[in-house]
């Protein structure tokens, strides 16, 4: 989910109104690496435990539990002293993290019933923390946030003179902010300063202890649009959690879980940083894609797509006709318009029209079931078809809706996993359920951005490496569960 760029997102309502989730990958050791865990487990720090101050280690791997949510993934942060526990999503679309936090209740507009309990969520209290403070409003973080092209705008609507905010001098807090994501969120707040708490062992080979990076800059939010409980931003400007952490002159990886271990507490899959997360793309079997790059929207990832075909029963067979993409998708232009965004923080895949209406057709041809309309208008997906199966689960393996394969930049090839293109919104009926394709279609793109998305729901059981050493992103299939 980025900031600025707007596309359509679906709202999580539409999961968790139809998705019946049935509930029914270690890495090599190396040094200058840190290892998060996507999950919603609980955080692994104990009072027992003495935090390491990471300034003081330069062989540091950490290790932290991440799992499927309802139309995303969540990773566990530790904030302040001693650390409060947050579970936030994970995205690559955006730079800043923040949290629902203040000393009054956590007000979210339009966040759907979904996020609506009893239980209201979890706010940071910055009195509770000892090494908690404002960010100031001559910090690189606080322009940054409020993407002023004037680094000294912050200060000057914090009410300093010029003399203090020229001469670096200006002690006061770096203003409230504004954060907009696309389709229309957004969170209000003001940037602090805390320690932030990840987990993990000298050399990967000492026992795990809790590793403390002092001085982290997040946001302190008090409300929100449509945003209810917290993002970490994984994208590549000064904000970022890698970047803030050092990380960004290595790259990262993931390893999504299948989303039938949605709200699965006890299954997790691991974010790596660092040195370990690129040895693991020497494995055989990745494909690699350049990096593409954008002048407007530099802090994102971008891929090139040149089209899609659709394989059959044998996914290893050669793939039929393919659609070619427009150049929009192969390409970034001058002006920093088009690629694929590789967005964790949007639920699905976006395609534009007449691209996405012909990866449409070639899909009814080859789909031999019949098309469940009545599950299309109530769900918004755009095909849904009546797959037989005896009893629940059904597996992807024994039907014979086609695997859908995206032709990368480079001459790559990536096949997406079934479940990872269709998912059963229904529970099995006199011997039929509904798998609907979920791929969405992308807005005009009259303002600009990016020409297509990579939602987090087709990288699920697909490993994603984010080389920044070699500027590439590599994909390799696989069961992440058996990652964890």
Excluded at 39 to 64: A, G, K, Q, R, W
Aim: charged letters at 15%; aromatic letters at 10%.
């Amino acid at each position: 989910m980025h900031p600025f760029i707007h596309i359509y997102i679906l709202l999580p309502c539409i999961i968790s109104s139809f998705f019946n989730s049935q509930a029914t990958d270690t890495k090599p050791q190396t040094p200058n690496s840190l290892v998060l865990g996507l999950s919603h487990v609980s955080s692994l720090y104990t009072p027992s435990m003495t935090p390491l101050n990471s300034t003081n280690y330069d062989f540091l791997d950490i290790i932290e539990p991440v799992t499927a949510y309802t139309d995303g993934y969540l990773l566990s942060l530790n904030l302040g002293t001693p650390p409060q526990v947050f579970q936030v999503y994970l995205d690559t679309g955006s730079d800043l993290t923040w949290v629902p936090c203040g000393t009054t209740s956590y007000q979210c507009m339009e966040c759907g019933n979904d996020h609506s309990s009893s239980k209201p969520s979890p706010m940071f209290l910055p009195s509770q923390s000892s090494s908690n403070m404002m960010d100031l409003c001559g910090s690189r973080f606080c322009v940054d946030v409020h993407s002023s092209d004037n680094r000294f705008d912050p200060c000057a609507a914090a009410g300093c003179d010029i003399p203090a905010f020229t001469g670096g001098l200006c002690p006061r807090p770096c203003p409230p902010f504004s954060y907009t994501y696309g389709g229309g969120a957004l969170v209000l707040g003001s940037l602090a300063r805390d320690s932030v708490t990840l987990h993990g062992s000298m050399h990967g080979i000492d026992p795990l202890s809790p590793v403390e990076f002092p001085g982290f800059s997040f946001g302190c939010v008090g409300s929100s649009i449509r945003e209810p409980i917290g993002i970490a931003g994984f994208g590549k400007g000064k904000l970022s959690l890698p970047s803030q952490l050092g990380f960004l002159g290595k790259g990262f990886s993931h390893c999504f879980l299948g989303f039938r271990f949605a709200r699965n507490p006890n299954v997790t899959s691991p974010l790596v940083m660092g040195d370990l997360a690129l040895p693991a793309a020497t494995d055989g079997g990745f494909v690699f894609t350049p990096m593409l790059s954008s002048v407007t929207y530099p802090n994102f990832y971008y891929i090139g797509v040149e089209g899609v075909s659709l394989l059959g029963d044998d996914s290893s067979a050669a793939a039929a006709a393919m659609v070619a993409a427009p150049p929009s998708l192969s390409s970034v232009d001058p002006r920093g318009n088009g690629g694929v965004l590789v967005d964790t923080g949007t639920t699905y895949t976006h395609l534009p029209d007449p691209f996405y209406a012909s990866l449409l057709s070639s899909l009814g041809a080859a789909a031999p079931y019949e098309r469940s309309r009545d599950l299309e208008a109530r769900t918004g997906f755009d095909r849904c078809f009546r797959v037989p199966c005896a009893r629940a689960p059904c597996p992807a393996e024994e039907d014979r809706l086609p695997a859908i394969a995206l032709h990368l930049g480079g001459g790559a090839r990536l096949t997406l996993p079934k479940l990872s293109s269709y998912y059963p919104v229904t529970a099995v009926r006199d011997s039929v359920v509904v798998k609907c394709l979920l791929f969405q279609r992308m807005d005009d793109g009259a303002s600009g951005g990016p020409g297509a998305v990579l939602g987090s729901f087709q990288m699920q059981n697909v490993e994603v490496v984010y080389d920044l050493v070699a500027g590439r992103v590599g994909f390799l299939p696989r069961d992440c569960a058996l990652r964890a």
